[in-house]
């Protein structure tokens, strides 16, 4: 017998992180995969570049779900997913990560009978006015079959009553396709033109809604990053949500290089070469963390606390006397000692691909 399985994708940590699993799985006559894009990521460098430079075959379904708020993106991709199981269910869902797909995708499943499946379940934050932590809750109180990328967030789930049967440590499949793709990285256009091969430099992401919507806290962060320009180049590569904010503000914060987001090779191009990493994502966090690269994290909290304890990531908030101390331990070259987290080794696609064999057939 046959398994259908939905593989739902839908912005840029998805597309990286089902790269193996896909192949895997298409590879596997007794699974018929279909990869459904939501579309909740559409700019190309957020979405059509992945496909191509990971070598992502088509997906069977484009949602095309597009921008708005957080209730329309998610109730657009679930009607438009609803259409398709109504014509021909699947056996299961599999959803990654905490965007508004996996919620949207796991709720549509659910009340279908079909089985869901969480990639990278049980990660808390603990700030419940994060949209994502809402996500993981909600995604991780419906899902059936638990992959998690380390043993804290299996016991977490433990915690919460799930059924440890049904929670599975695997690793981390983001650290699958940037090991695989570590010699593929490329470089940026600018890269040797702002000689930073010869230079010190950081990255700059930032896209949270506390750190950007607000004007005069995101004035406060550039303020802060522009004082450092005389010690060490500052690189912000920044989001196509923040980029009518970017050029308002461009000519003040001169001394900022202001880049528009970057395709995957070359983004990690440009972090692996950089001193230190200064952001609000939680995937870059894990990156920086397998590159061994300093990471300070504007955030109070973090879903990935693995990155913390053993890797190479620090929190400071918007604590600005913390940003400068740290920005000085990286230029004198004293961050902390960092590990690789355990599984966090190539092989977790493999290891989700074995379990799905054997649930499932």
């Not at 406060?220 to 690189?235: D, G, Q, R, Y």
């Not at 696609?349 to 057939?361: D, G, N, T």
Request: aromatic share 10%.
């Amino acid at each position: 017998m046959i398994m259908i399985i939905d593989l739902i994708v839908g912005a840029r940590p998805n597309f990286v992180k089902i790269v193996n699993l896909l192949k895997l799985l298409d590879a596997d006559k007794f699974f018929k995969v279909r990869l459904i894009h939501t579309g909740q990521h559409y700019a190309n460098n957020l979405s059509d570049i992945f496909f191509k430079q990971l070598n992502i075959r088509n997906p069977d379904f484009n949602l095309k779900s597009g921008s708005g708020s957080q209730s329309f993106q998610t109730a657009k991709i679930m009607l438009n997913y609803e259409k398709i199981l109504k014509k021909n269910k699947s056996n299961y869902t599999i959803v990654v990560g905490d965007v508004n797909s996996t919620l949207a995708c796991s709720l549509v499943a659910k009340k279908f009978g079909i089985k869901v499946i969480h990639i990278e379940s049980g990660l808390r934050s603990y700030d419940i006015s994060m949209p994502e932590e809402i996500n993981r809750i909600v995604t991780d109180s419906i899902t059936d079959i638990f992959f998690t990328t380390s043993i804290e967030a299996k016991k977490i789930l433990i915690s919460e009553g799930k059924n440890k049967k049904n929670i599975y440590f695997v690793g981390n499949t983001m650290i699958d396709t940037l090991k695989l793709n570590e010699q593929k990285l490329i470089k940026p256009v600018f890269f040797d033109n702002l000689n930073l091969s010869n230079i010190k430099y950081l990255v700059v992401t930032m896209h949270r809604p506390s750190n950007v919507d607000n004007i005069i806290i995101f004035e406060k962060i550039l303020k802060n990053l522009n004082s450092f320009t005389k010690k060490i180049k500052i690189i912000f590569s920044y989001h196509p949500r923040i980029s009518k904010i970017i050029k308002k503000l461009k000519l003040k914060y001169k001394n900022i290089i202001f880049i528009k987001s970057l395709s995957y090779l070359e983004f990690n191009y440009l972090v692996k070469k950089s001193n230190g990493v200064i952001t609000d994502s939680g995937g870059i966090t894990e990156e920086t963390t397998y590159f061994k690269i300093p990471c300070i994290t504007m955030r109070n909290s973090t879903e990935r606390p693995e990155t913390i304890n053993i890797g190479s990531n620090i929190l400071i908030n918007n604590n600005f006397k913390k940003l400068s101390s740290n920005v000085d331990k990286i230029i004198k070259n004293k961050w902390k000692k960092s590990f690789i987290p355990n599984k966090w080794d190539g092989n977790s696609s493999f290891r989700i691909y074995k379990v799905l064999k054997r649930i499932c057939i």
